[in-house]
Every structure is written in structure tokens, then in C-alpha cells.
């Protein structure tokens, strides 16, 4: 029996006059499944933000993937998609905004005017673009800072790492930023950075060479005059010392800690790979795989998690696995501590930072070595089992000119490792002297005096624990953070990316 494939729908006169989109940057994986699912990715994101407009790439992308386009207000869009059970969603970073569609070839004839108006038609009606920033600005003040402290202390160490850099802010915006926008500033900041020559796309599922040609030729007709080339990135500074920040917030229940370095390490570096599966000896996410959670979680039952990340790390959805398309050209090597209880926070802080720079002066044995290097070469290969993750790797591989899909090189580089060779690459880049720790706390002055004066943090539990991990304990409450007071900072809640 044949398969079947979608029909082609035809590109509108006005959708055209430009000329195709280039071949190579339409990346295809034809097979037989049913639905079809297309990503669209622009070299753009919040690095795109002029300063005072923090904010604008993600207002703009987000009210053309939720708001009105084609002659269509967006509540008869939805009525459209609805019945079809397809999706139009859009992701917005640091530097890359993607809109991915899904539909069911049954209904792409119906489906894909929708999306392709969604990229070339948007209306950026008042209405519009006055509800997606007004929900922003709600997603920044009450839901990062007022509700989220885990991503909040994320966001600040990236602020800290970052600073006076673009990756300094969140890719949501700023308070001042999202509220200094119009109408007009949206259209312009599309033609500029949502537009041809920023464009790479993927798709999969069962069409044909009719919808290839037509993807090519609907894109070609995304704005052009004034599209700007990839945005430069200003050089890095290193930060000077070991500092802390803390955000102020009396109402919160617990404390939440991230720390981390800057690196000079991204996909295409020769010991990314060996940092890959540094990280994960340290702490993989959301599995017992690394010696944080082992040590913190398993064995004291501090919190939820304790996790390590060699690059940029944003969870894909309820999964444990990464989200594709927050590919940066500057990275960090990062540790995430999970909430802990007030009482708590001092010691855990402690315990990470003792067992970060034990990582960094000791390495891996070699007992560790060979256990993490099979685990990361089977779990690596899970990153990528469903089809919108697949095609996600294809663009991240292109924005970082690797010449072999991403994935299946990691794997093999890491069965080539040494240890000598890992333990090496974590002394070269993690430089702990520059070590960044950002923290979310209930009486920020009385933690900020508390490690400053390394007084002790002794720990009690509820239950009992066996006589190694207490004797480990009595060297853990002592153990110095090494920041001096001048070297943390107290921020008041309402000024954080105010």
C-alpha cells in the first residue's frame, strides 16, 4: 500500500516575491508518521533587545504566535485549530525564537495557512499586543520573582556570570522594559530580526516534495529589506572574584541557591564532551546518576534535587531531559540547589561548595569515570525521542556548525575519553576563583552575615543517620565559602530586573 502523504496547499499571490529560502536551510526527515511537525528557527532572541526594550523579541514572537494574523482575530484561529487538535507554539531565548506547528496530515491543507500567516501575516492588533504585555510583565512580577524562586536564583546567577552582557536579563524582559513598548515597535523589530535571512527550518512526517518547495517558497517571502545579520556579541568579562548575590524576600519559605563560572566551552569545542560527562558525575538532571544528589538528597534528605550542567539548562517541559533551541555562543558550567529549609541553607551551601571544589581539585576516579561514561553514553541517547526534540538537535547542530548530527558525536567522543582527559578539562575551565553564587533568602542580611563571618552551621535531622555522613557533617559545618562581605550584595526583591 502507498503512503500517504499530505497535500501540498498552495502559497497565496501576496505571500509571495522574494524567491525561495535556500535548500540547505530546510532541513527534512520524511517518514511515515501521520502527523507532520514543523520548526521554524531565527537566529534571534532577547540579544536582539535594544537597551530600554528589554523585552520586545519576546512580545513580538509571542504575539505573533498568539495573537491575530492573516485577516483572522486569534479566537477564530483557535475555533480552527481546535478540531484539528493542532498546535502553533512559540519559544523565545537568549538567541534563538522558534515556532513550532503540529498537525495530523489529514489536515494540513487546513492547518498550515495558519501557521505560515502566523510568520508572514501577523496583525499585531492594540488589543493583541496590550494582552501578551500585560501577561509578560505578570509572568515577570509575580511568577518569577513573586512565585518562582528556583528560577529566580537561576535567572540571577545568570545576571551575575553575565554581567554587563546580554545574557544578563532574562529573555522575558524587564519591568521597565516590557512597559516601554508599542505597537509600531513590534512590526519593526520582526522586519528586523524575525525575518529571511535569519531563518532555518525543520520538519517531519509524511509529505512530500510539493510541501518541500512550498515551505522554501513561503519563507522566502519573510521580510527582507530590513533584516539585520546576526547580532555580535560584545566580549565576555570574565568576573573579577568569588562574589554572592541575594535576593531579599521575607515571604519565602525556603531557600533557593545557584552558583557557577563562566567557560569558554560550547558544542563545538573540543572538551565540551568531557565536561558533558564531568557534570553528570556531578549531578545529572532529576536522576540519582550524580554525587550531589546521592549526597545531598539521598543520604540527608536536604531537598528535592541537586543538579550540575556543562552548558545552558532549561528543562523540557515535565520531562528530565533538555530543551532544544537555547543554544548560546557564550556558556557556563553551573550547580542548581533545590529549595532548602532557612535552618539548612548555610550547610547546604557549604556542602556544594565543598564538594564543587573537591570536583574540581581531585576529578573523577577512575571507579567514577567508568561508571558515568556508560551511563552517559545509553542516557544521552533518550534526549531525542520525540520528533519536535529530533528536529530541534538538526537546528542546534547547524547553529553550531558541527558537521555531524550533535547527539550521536557526543556519544561517540565520550566512549573515547580517559579520565586524565576529563579531569584535565574540569581544572582548565571551571575556575573556581570566579565562582558566582546567586541565592533567594528570607532574611538575606542575616544569611549574608552568617557566611561572611563563616560561622557554624551545624545540621540536625529528624531521623537517624549513619556514623559516616555525621562525621562527614562535623567537617561540612565549618567549612569556609571563602566570600568576603564586600563581596555579597542584598538586592531587594522589587529591583531585580526592575
Partial sequence: MARKTAPAPKTPESAKGQGPLDAARVLAEINESPVVEIRVSFDAGSIDDPTGQEGLTFVTATTMAEGGAGGRRVAERERLLFPMAATIDVQVEREQTVFAGRAHRDHLAAFYPLFRDTLLNPSFDLADVQRIQARSLSQLTQDLRGADDESLGKELLQAMVFEGHPYGRPALGTEQGLSNLTVEDLRKQREKVLCGARVNVALSGAVDADFLKLIRADLGALPHAQCTARAELPALQQPASRRMWIVDKPEAQSVATSMGVPIAVTRDHPDHAALMLAAAHLGQHRTFAGRLMQKMRGERGLNYGDYAYAEHFVQDGGTRFPQTNVSRRNQYFSIWVRPVPAEHAHFALRMAVRELESFVQDGLSQTEF????????????????????????????????????????????????????????????????????????????????????????????????????????????????????????VLPLPTVFH
Fill in 370 to 489: 567508568d561508571r558515568i561514561q556508560v551511563f552517559t553514553q545509553r542516557y544521552f541517547a533518550l534526549f531525542a525521542q520525540t520528533e519536535q526534540a529530533r528536529l530541534g538537535y538538526a537546528i542546534d547542530t547547524r547553529f553550531y556548525g558541527l558537521s555531524a548530527p550533535y547527539l550521536s558525536t557526543l556519544r561517540e567522543q565520550i566512549g573515547k575519553l580517559t579520565r586524565e582527559q576529563v579531569n584535565a578539562a574540569i581544572k582548565r575551565h571551571v575556575d573556581l576563583s570566579r565562582l558566582q553564587i546567586a541565592v533567594v533568602s528570607p532574611d538575606a542580611a542575616g544569611f549574608a552575615q552568617a557566611v561572611a563571618s563563616d560561622a557554624p552551621s551545624p545540621i540536625t535531622y529528624a531521623s537517624e543517620k549513619p556514623a559516616d555522613v555525621l562525621t562527614e557533617d562535623e567537617l561540612i559545618e565549618g567549612y569556609p565559602v571563602r566570600v568576603s562581605r564586600d563581596a555579597i550584595k
